[in-house]
C-alpha cells in the first residue's frame, strides 16, 4: 500500500512544477534525519531562506528535519518516485542503488581535515560520484560537511582490544561495518531516529556520530564514555528528484542553484564550529567522559582499520579508490 500511495503521489508530482506555476508557488519537500540545531538542519533553513528570497516567492521550501516525513530507509525511494523532492542523506545511504562508490569516503583516517575534505568534494572525487547518480534519476546539487567521527559506548574505549564483543550502530557503510570488524566489536545497522533508545534500553553498546549529533540527538546522556577519536568523516550529499529538476523553469532553477551555493558555504563553514561548540557543551553536562587518543593509541587504531583500505577495492571498486588515492595522496594498500 505504500508503494502504491508513493506511486500515485509521483504521477501526481510530474506535473507539479508547471501545475505549480498557474496556481502558486513552487513546492519544494526537503526531508532530513536530524535536528534543525545541527550543521545540516541550519543548512536546510539556510536554503529555505534563501530560495523563498531569490524566487521572490515563488518557490516556497517546506523543510522536515528529525524524520518526520519519510524515514531514513524509505527517503531515497520517495525521492525517486517524486514524493519528496530534495533529501540530504548522508553518502552511504547509496548503495542499496546499486551505487557503492560513495562509501569510498567513509574510509577511516582518509581525510586529514575539514579543508582538504571540502577539497576533495568539490574537485574530481565529488563530480565524479555526483555522475553515478544521474541513472538513478537523481541529481546531485551539493556535499555538505558535518566534521568527524567520536565513538562512545558505556566504558573507555582507548585501544582496539576496548571494542571486542560491542554492538556499534552503524548507519548502513560496509566500510564502517569493516572497521568496526577489525576492533573486534560487533556493527549493526540501525535508523537514525532509533538510536537514542537503542542505546538507553541496550539493544547496541555503543555508536560513532560527531559531536554535533551526539549534542543535539543527547547520545551523551545515555553513554558514559566518548571518545573524541576523529577516526572518520560524516558527509551529506544534498540530492534533487531530476525529473522535477529539470522540469523547473530555467530562471527558477538558476536561482535556486545560487541559494544552494550560498546554503553550502554556510553550512560547511559553520560546521567546525558547531561541533566544537557542542564537544564543549557535552563537557559542560557532565555526563559523559571525553577521552582523547594519545599519539600511541592513534597509532594502533589505524594500524587494526587499515586492512579496510585493501578489503574496499571488492566493494567500491579500484576507480574511486584510484581516484581518491590521487586526490588526497593516500596510500589505499
Not at 41 to 49: D, I, M
Not at 165 to 177: E, V
Not at 186 to 202: D, K, N, R, W
Request: net charge neutral; charged share 25%; glycine share 6%.
Amino acid at each position: 500500500m505504500r508503494k502504491l500511495l508513493l506511486a500515485v503521489a509521483a504521477a501526481t508530482f510530474a506535473l507539479a512544477p508547471a501545475i505549480a506555476q498557474a496556481q502558486g508557488p513552487i513546492v519544494i519537500k526537503f526531508s532530513h534525519v536530524v535536528a534543525n540545531d545541527t550543521p545540516k538542519g541550519k543548512g536546510a533553513l539556510k536554503f529555505k531562506e534563501l530560495a523563498e528570497k531569490y524566487t521572490d516567492g515563488k518557490v516556497k521550501i517546506e523543510v522536515y528535519p528529525n524524520s518526520s516525513l519519510y524515514k531514513d530507509k524509505e527517503e531515497i525511494e520517495a525521492l525517486q518516485l517524486g514524493s519528496v523532492q530534495m533529501l540530504a542523506p548522508s553518502t552511504a545511504k547509496f548503495a542499496p542503488l546499486g551505487i557503492k562508490e560513495f562509501e569510498a569516503l567513509d574510509l577511516p583516517w582518509l581525510f586529514k581535515d575539514d579543508e582538504t575534505y571540502a577539497n576533495a568534494m568539490k574537485g574530481t572525487v565529488g563530480k565524479w560520484l555526483f555522475q553515478k547518480l544521474e541513472a538513478k534519476g537523481i541529481t546531485g546539487l551539493a556535499y555538505w560537511d558535518n566534521g568527524f567521527h567520536m565513538v562512545s559506548s558505556n566504558r573507555s574505549l582507548m585501544k582496539p582490544e576496548d571494542f571486542k564483543g560491542l554492538k556499534f550502530r552503524i548507519s548502513g557503510s560496509k566500510i564502517a561495518d569493516q572497521y568496526f570488524r577489525l576492533m573486534g566489536s560487533i556493527p549493526q545497522i540501525m535508523a537514525f531516529s532509533e538510536v537514542y533508545q537503542a542505546l538507553q534500553t541496550g539493544v547496541v553498546d555503543g555508536c560513532e556520530n560527531t559531536a554535533s549529533n551526539y549534542w543535539t540527538q543527547k547520545f551523551y546522556e545515555v553513554q558514559k564514555d566518548i571518545t573524541v577519536s576523529y577516526h572518520a568523516h560524516l558527509q551529506y550529499a544534498v540530492i534533487v528528484n531530476s525529473k522535477f529538476w529539470s522540469g523547473l523553469p530555467p530562471d527558477i532553477r538558476a536561482q535556486l542553484e545560487k541559494a544552494m551555493n550560498e546554503a553550502t558555504d554556510y553550512t560547511n563553514s559553520i560546521a567546525r564550529q558547531e561541533n566544537e561548540d557542542a564537544l564543549a557543551e557535552i563537557k559542560k553536562a557532565g555526563k559523559t567522559t571525553l577521552h582523547y587518543l594519545t599519539d600511541a593509541d592513534r597509532k594502533a587504531w589505524q594500524e587494526a582499520m587499515q586492512p579496510t583500505y585493501k578489503w574496499a577495492k571488492g566493494r567500491v571498486g579500484q576507480e574511486v579508490l584510484d581516484l581518491v588515492a590521487k586526490e588526497l595522496d593516500v596510500k589505499m594498500n
